[in-house]
């Protein structure tokens, strides 16, 4: 395994970071410490959850990953494994998190962290991540900004970082990140920072596959120049590139088992673009999976991609395909199929 400095902080990340959000859904307790455990010894010293999940979010499950995280971390050794989780904002009407928080301000941020750190069992985070902004951004499959949709103030980022600030001077987090962020609000968090000496951004996590490729649209340049750190979410755009819905509309997997959710897969040139990768890995001796993650792997502004699986067969599969780089050949036709279906999932 490789690892990677995150930002400018003093963790060094496993190249590979564990997703848990089927934790408490799709996997059972059993099922999930299976999984930290296989990924430990594979050399992955970095997992990531949220206050959230499992996903999609309900209110029967909310705080199960958590837990089940808790219950097996209290038997590790605390100080070799690198922890991140989410607090949850404003925006998406999730009722039952603390009564459907409107907003990332102080009250809320410090319930949920206090939440967070009793399920998980433990007494720092390493990365504390603000799950999606709570002002008005495209997120989650929307594609455009839309002015008309300024509706309610939102706690200032200069706010949301003298919170953040507390917990970290108080030891309950090490390091902060953001998660579907734009643009702008990735460098008012680097320049509100700067200006009043606040905690600095480690990273971002942003969805990134070969399905959405936006985040080469601008963000590459900043996590370059600022030092900031992508942990891609999704590589795999919900089991789509891995060819699985090609061979059989069907299958069993997220795409089926909660219809409706995801609005960024359900766009025109999901599937002709999915065949497409599919064919192109297999022409090439690959499984589709181990086309579309060793491409998010191995690109050169990936600090750590957040893989998941609802089996260790497919944990398995997902962890060898670091070790199958894709020659320069195979790039090139990569690009060439992008350029026929650029983008489309946003």
């Known amino acids: 395994m490789e690892y990677r400095k995150l930002g400018k902080s003093d963790l060094n990340v496993s190249a590979i970071c564990l997703g848990t959000m089927t934790f408490g859904d799709q996997n059972t307790e059993a099922e999930g410490h299976a999984q930290l455990d296989y990924a430990l010894a594979q050399g992955i010293n970095f997992i990531d959850t949220a206050e959230m999940y499992p996903v999609p979010p309900k209110a029967e499950t909310f705080t199960r990953t958590e837990s089940i995280i808790g219950t097996w971390l209290k038997h590790q050794p605390r100080d070799k494994i690198i922890l991140a989780s989410k607090v949850a904002g404003g925006n998406r009407k999730l009722d039952w998190i603390r009564g459907g928080p409107d907003a990332v301000d102080r009250a809320?941020?410090?319930?949920?962290i206090e939440g967070s750190l009793k399920r998980l069992q433990t007494d720092y985070l390493d990365l504390y991540q603000i799950h999606w902004p709570e002002r008005n951004v495209p997120i989650?499959?929307?594609?455009?900004?839309?002015?008309?949709?300024?509706?309610?103030?939102?706690?200032?980022?200069?706010?949301?970082l003298e919170t953040l600030a507390e917990l970290v001077k108080e030891g309950k987090v090490r390091y902060i990140g953001v998660s579907n962020e734009q643009?702008?609000?990735?460098?008012?968090?680097?320049?509100?920072?700067?200006?009043?000496?606040?905690?600095?951004?480690?990273?971002?996590?942003?969805?990134?596959?070969?399905?959405?490729?936006?985040?080469?649209?601008?963000?590459t340049e900043i996590v370059y120049r600022e030092q900031v750190s992508l942990l891609p979410y999704s590589p795999l755009a919900f089991g789509h590139l891995t060819g699985k819905y090609i061979d059989d509309p069907q299958a069993k997997g997220r795409v089926?088992?909660?219809?409706?959710?995801?609005?960024?897969?359900?766009?025109?040139?999901?599937?002709?673009?999915?065949?497409?990768?599919?064919?192109?890995?297999?022409?090439?001796?690959l499984s589709p999976a181990e086309l579309a993650l060793s491409f998010v792997y191995h690109r050169w502004f990936v600090t750590s991609t957040i893989i998941g699986a609802t089996s260790l067969v497919q944990l398995e599969e997902n962890m060898s395909a670091w070790h199958k780089p894709?020659?320069?050949?195979?790039?090139?036709?990569?690009?060439?199929?992008?350029?026929?279906y650029m983008n489309p999932a946003p």
Do not use: C
């Open 326 to 340: 894709l020659s320069e050949d195979i790039l090139q036709e990569i690009e060439n199929i992008h350029l026929r």
């Open 183 to 219: 643009p702008w609000g990735v460098m008012e968090f680097l320049r509100i920072a700067e200006q009043y000496d606040l905690p600095r951004i480690a990273s971002i996590q942003n969805s990134y596959s070969l399905l959405n490729r936006g985040f080469e649209f601008g963000m």
């Open 256 to 285: 089926t088992l909660f219809p409706g959710y995801a609005q960024r897969y359900t766009k025109p040139n999901v599937i002709p673009a999915s065949a497409a990768y599919a064919e192109l890995a297999r022409k090439h001796g």
């Open 140 to 160: 989650f499959g929307q594609y455009q900004f839309d002015p008309s949709k300024e509706t309610k103030a939102w706690v200032s980022i200069h706010n949301q």
């Open 108 to 112: 809320n941020v410090r319930t949920a």
